[in-house]
């Protein structure tokens, strides 16, 4: 499963980007009438494996925008890469929006549009195929998109926890093209490598 959340030592090593999601203006019934404020969804990511998403209200967009920063940061994970797609086929749902996300070979670049586009490009994904399903409510879109990511399994760890190598269970070396001196592998990825529950596509 994705490492969840950075410390702040890490983040302030980081260069991040962040990108608006969503922007909503809302109005508050109140006694003296309707206070207009906004809903802002934010994703942010180092464009590396980090990636974080954040709702943020305020008065004013820009201070919305801010919030969802900060509260994007608070829930940055590390996905677990293979070279630049992802190591397996995952699913996941959020209210009415389900979200599926699969490998691809090198050089297909991203098929998927809007939140999950810019969720999974910050997250340092550059070949990936992704189908969404059910409700095009931006916002579950996102935190299905996000959700699933948190349910990706490093295939070392679950190579581990079997007492076998990576090797012996891929046929081949899986590794992130960041932050290791190996280069990305040049095959082509999988659909289905590792026998892992909950990969129901």
Not at 57 to 77: E, F, L, N
Not at 129 to 138: E, M, R, Y
Not at 155 to 173: F, I, L, N
């Amino acid at each position: 499963m994705a490492e969840l959340k950075e410390s702040r030592d890490e983040l302030a090593g980081m260069e991040l980007e962040d990108r608006v999601l969503r922007v909503d203006r809302v109005r508050k019934t109140v006694k003296g009438g309707r206070i207009p404020s906004s809903r802002v969804m934010v994703a942010v990511g180092d464009g590396r494996g980090r990636i974080g998403i954040g709702m943020g209200k305020a008065r004013q967009a820009p201070d919305a925008i801010r919030k969802g920063i900060d509260k994007a940061k608070k829930t940055m994970i590390t996905v677990p890469l293979d070279g630049l797609t992802i190591p397996h086929p995952i699913h996941a749902k959020v209210g009415g929006a389900e979200i599926l996300l699969k490998p691809a070979s090198r050089g297909t670049g991203i098929i998927a549009g809007g939140a999950v586009r810019h969720i999974v490009e910050l997250a340092g994904i550059r070949d990936i195929l992704s189908k969404s399903l059910g409700s095009q409510n931006v916002l579950n879109r996102a935190k299905a998109c996000f959700a699933a990511l948190k349910l990706l399994q490093d295939p070392e760890d679950v190579a581990r926890r079997r007492g076998k190598s990576v090797r012996e269970m891929t046929g081949r070396e899986v590794h992130s093209a960041y932050g290791t001196s190996k280069p990305p592998s040049e095959e082509p990825v999988p659909e289905i490598e590792l026998d892992m529950d909950g990969d129901d596509m």
